[in-house]
């Protein structure tokens, strides 16, 4: 038995694109990345619908080198608005630091993309809409995320590193 995908309608994207939000919302990501690629293969270009794949590949990031960072960043750098491109690359660095935080990473290891995500959220918010106020608010979750990390976490792996030197001669 052959069993070959069917294409949606172009009138039923609209509601395609809900589906794929409700989805997202119930934390059914890969229901989500089905509907999306449904869309995708009626209309290539769909802006909603690569915006909504790229987060539902986020969502399943688990700080995995099977995670599918690559393909999620393309569909970000695809992104034709400015401002959604550049905004959309810094949430998939941010919930690549913190799914490898998750997997046991050590916070000097995933610092620096941390930064990678504040520096997209700091370029995104130069060109950000009037009242668009998100990258902004990424920006502060990362810095609230990196102060708590660095007054525990930080110290313990300084002071490890520091035991694992022996006593200074």
């Known amino acids: 038995m052959k069993?070959?995908?069917?294409?949606?309608?172009?009138?039923g994207i609209p509601e395609a694109i809900s589906k794929a939000q409700l989805y997202r919302y119930l934390n059914e990501p890969g229901e989500a990345e089905s509907i999306c690629r449904d869309i995708l293969a009626v209309e290539h270009n769909?802006?909603?619908?690569?915006?909504?794949?790229?987060?539902?590949?986020?969502?399943?990031f688990k700080g995995e080198p099977t995670d599918r960072e690559s393909e999620a960043e393309a569909l970000f750098?695809?992104?034709?608005?400015?401002?959604?491109?550049?905004?959309?690359c810094g949430l998939l660095y941010e919930r690549r630091a913190k799914a490898q935080l998750k997997a046991g990473r050590l916070l000097h290891m995933v610092f620096p993309v941390f930064e990678q995500a504040m520096k997209l959220f700091d370029?995104?918010?130069?060109?950000?809409?009037p009242g668009n106020d998100d990258s902004i608010l990424r920006w502060n979750r990362c810095v609230r995320l990196l102060e708590?990390?660095?007054?525990?976490e930080w110290q313990r792996e300084?002071?490890?590193?520091?035991?694992?030197?022996?006593?200074?001669?």
């Open 3 to 11: 069993l070959d995908l069917k294409p949606i309608s172009r009138a």
């Open 46 to 60: 769909n802006q909603a619908a690569i915006r909504l794949l790229g987060l539902s590949l986020t969502d399943q």
């Open 77 to 88: 750098q695809s992104l034709t608005n400015e401002y959604e491109r550049t905004y959309h």
């Open 123 to 129: 370029e995104a918010a130069i060109v950000r809409p």
């Open 148 to 152: 708590g990390w660095l007054g525990s």
């Open 158 to 169: 300084k002071d490890e590193f520091d035991a694992s030197e022996g006593p200074p001669v």
